[in-house]
């Protein structure tokens, strides 16, 4: 046991000194792994914080149209419960033979509602009952779409809203430059990739967004009497078929007017459109004169083809037999580019250079029942260089086709 102490003694010192080696290496091993730990949780932070960055902005964009897309349609469920209340209001008239007993009521207050609750409990007719108690159940769900839109609203930047005469282009070339500060070449190559709605009508809500890479912009109703969606439809119609367009928005129109009695507020808009249909009317009068002036010229013309007479029977425009004379085949498909407007002038140059001869011999007219003398004359001038047709029965040759041949 002496023994075994005193080894153990001696070597006590040695294993001390093992164990005091071991826990340093354990505490550096420990102080590493932190530090590694430390690093990933940074790099991950910094790394979420870039993509958030990188793919914020899209959604974001995203975000932002689906909530205007929320806000157009229920602005155009706003629209169709107002045009349901103008038709009842329409209907209790024409069963009644009295207007509302409110001259507005598109936005009844409480106080309104309770005169148009008394009225419904005064009145026999159940028909009529159900009819205003429609109105009011309309006007409530009307109210609280107004309410769903504001809170929407809130959550989206401001829009613009529509001024008479301001175009979608000219608001956003102003949102881009002037309150993002963009270049202008940048804000129209931005543009470019935008869909614009022309035209815009006063109390239109235009919407602009941008990500600072993309820009989106949408249009909503906002307290304009027709939807921008409308606003599309009509143009399209209009580019398909004008005058359609014209009868059916004069109609349209017509039947308006009864209902613009109760919307007073909203009559400056809808004559906007009147003003459309006026310019539209008076661009389809000017085509319409233009192509009255063309007929009339055409009516009044004389229509020809002047060649040589070798061209002539090369072409089998005319054609002769045995011991027969040259005749005027079928000209049919034949075009006849030149034309004299006899209203103002019954004469027609002929010029030898222009034919590529040296001095002109003979010209005959076909076809051959028009008499020379008596409804035509041709006069060759000495010299040979050129020759003069005189139309000089106007009438018979207005709007016909002649065969002038040349040697």
Not at 96 to 117: H, R, V, Y
Not at 343 to 366: D, F, H, P, W
Request: charged share 35%; proline share 2%.
């Amino acid at each position: 046991m002496s023994i075994e102490k005193k080894e153990f003694d001696e070597l006590k010192p040695m294993l001390d000194d093992i164990g005091e080696e071991k826990k340093k290496k354990r505490t550096l091993l420990i102080i590493i792994l932190l530090l590694v730990l430390i690093l990933i949780v940074a790099g991950y932070f910094i790394f979420r914080g870039e993509s958030d960055q990188r793919v914020d902005r899209a959604p974001k964009l995203r975000q932002m149209n689906k909530l205007v897309i929320k806000i157009r349609d229920m602005e155009s469920n706003i629209q169709e419960k107002q045009n349901e209340i103008f038709r009842l209001m329409k209907e209790y008239k024409e069963k009644t033979g009295k207007n509302m007993p409110l001259a507005n009521t598109l936005s009844l207050t409480e106080q309104e509602k309770e005169i148009l609750k008394k009225k419904i409990y005064e009145e026999k007719d159940i028909s009529i009952k159900s009819l205003l108690n429609d109105i009011i159940d309309k006007n409530n769900d009307i109210s609280d779409l107004k309410v769903k839109i504001k809170k929407i609203e809130a959550l989206l930047p401001t829009p613009h809203i529509v001024n008479r005469g301001e175009s979608h282009y000219k608001i956003a070339i102003d949102y881009l430059i002037n309150q993002k500060g963009i270049e202008k070449d940048r804000a129209l190559e931005l543009i470019e990739r935008a869909a614009l709605l022309e035209p815009l009508l006063p109390e239109f809500k235009v919407w602009n967004f941008y990500s600072g890479k993309e820009y989106g912009t949408f249009v909503t109703q906002g307290n304009a009497s027709i939807s921008p969606n409308q606003i599309i439809r009509k143009t399209k119609k209009k580019l398909v078929d004008a005058k359609d367009k014209a009868i059916s928005e004069r109609d349209k129109l017509s039947s308006d007017i009864e209902i613009l009695e109760a919307r007073r507020s909203e009559l400056i808009s809808q004559l906007e459109l009147l003003n459309n249909e006026k310019t539209g009317l008076i661009e389809k009068l000017s085509d319409l004169n233009k192509q009255n002036l063309e007929m009339r010229k055409n009516i009044n013309s004389i229509f020809f083809i002047m060649d040589l007479k070798k061209n002539l029977k090369k072409k089998e425009i005319i054609k002769s037999g045995f011991l027969k004379s040259y005749k005027l085949q079928d000209i049919s498909n034949v075009k006849f580019d030149l034309s004299v407007d006899l209203r103002y002038n019954n004469a027609n140059n002929i010029s030898a250079k222009e034919l590529n001869l040296t001095k002109i011999t003979k010209i005959v007219l076909y076809p051959k029942f028009y008499k020379h003398e008596i409804d035509y004359k041709i006069n060759i001038y000495k010299d040979g260089e050129s020759a003069l047709l005189v139309i000089l029965s106007k009438n018979k040759f207005k709007n016909e086709k002649i065969v002038i041949s040349v040697e």
